[in-house]
T-cell receptor, first 112, second 114 residues
Framework: AQSVTQLGSHVSVSEGALVLLRCNYSSSVPPYLFWYVQYPNQGLQLLLKYTTGATLVKGINGFEAEFKKSETSFHLTKPSAHMSDAAEYFCAVTGTASKLTFGTGTRLQVTL | DSGVTQTPKHLITATGQRVTLRCSPRSGDLSVYWYQQSLDQGLQFLIQYYNGEERAKGNILERFSAQQFPDLHSELNLSSLELGDSALYFC?????????????FGQGTRLTVV
């Protein structure tokens, strides 16, 4: 079985500041990890994914995440926040099957 | 545009009624998933079909059922609707079976039960 914990339901950063959204996972099998973004009244869009190989994964819109097995973490970062990054972000995990188990989401607010 | 099409976008219906949500996957994708997003439950996996066959079942109520047709489109049927069924229902599709497969999501159907 898999589960995901996202720390912080709301995160607020200033434009240009570092974005750090936290995700910890639990999995009984080697996990595949995903970050999705949801803009208001929109579906979910994949930002990045970790399957195997390089543990630092780069995604769209300047986001990246690092898979740390020892810490069971997959935190999402972006060096410099932009107003357009304001959205809800979901971390998700799969195992051998392809159904996604989502975290509860983190709403990112970007202020001037 | 993810290539996944869901209809209708919005649906308002009364308690006790039955509705059908429709999903057309991306061209060539064999796998279709249904998810429910609500304020109290978050994003929950309901059910998955792969090439017409049910492959995985999640927290889907007995009042809900789904199927995938030979042309690979899928329908989610919700019956005896209750106020608590009000939610955003997403369909997603993927090309392969396996945990490392990326799923593409539609824009969702917002169901309001009154």
């Amino acid at each position: 079985a898999q589960s995901v914990t996202q720390l912080g339901s709301h995160v607020s950063v200033s434009e240009g500041a570092l974005v750090l959204l936290r995700c910890n996972y639990s999995s009984s099998v080697p996990p595949y990890l995903f970050w999705y973004v949801q803009y208001p009244n929109q579906g979910l869009q994949l930002l990045l994914k970790y399957t195997t190989g390089a543990t630092l994964v780069k995604g769209i819109n300047g986001f990246e995440a690092e898979f740390k097995k020892s810490e069971t973490s997959f935190h999402l970062t972006k060096p410099s926040a932009h107003m357009s990054d304001a959205a809800e972000y979901f971390c998700a995990v799969t195992g051998t099957a392809s159904k996604l188990t989502f975290g509860t989401g983190t709403r990112l607010q970007v202020t001037l | 545009d993810s290539g996944v099409t869901q209809t209708p976008k919005h649906l308002i219906t009364a308690t006790g009624q039955r509705v059908t949500l429709r999903c057309s996957p991306r061209s060539g994708d064999l796998s279709v998933y249904w998810y429910q997003q609500s304020l109290d439950q978050g994003l929950q996996f309901l059910i998955q079909y792969y090439n017409g066959e049910e492959r995985a079942k999640g927290n889907i109520l007995e009042r809900f059922s789904a199927q995938q047709f030979p042309d690979l489109h899928s329908e989610l049927n919700l019956s005896s609707l209750e106020l608590g069924d009000s939610a955003l229902y997403f369909c997603a599709s993927s090309g392969r079976w396996g945990g490392n497969t990326e799923a593409f999501f539609g824009q969702g159907t917002r169901l309001t039960v009154v």
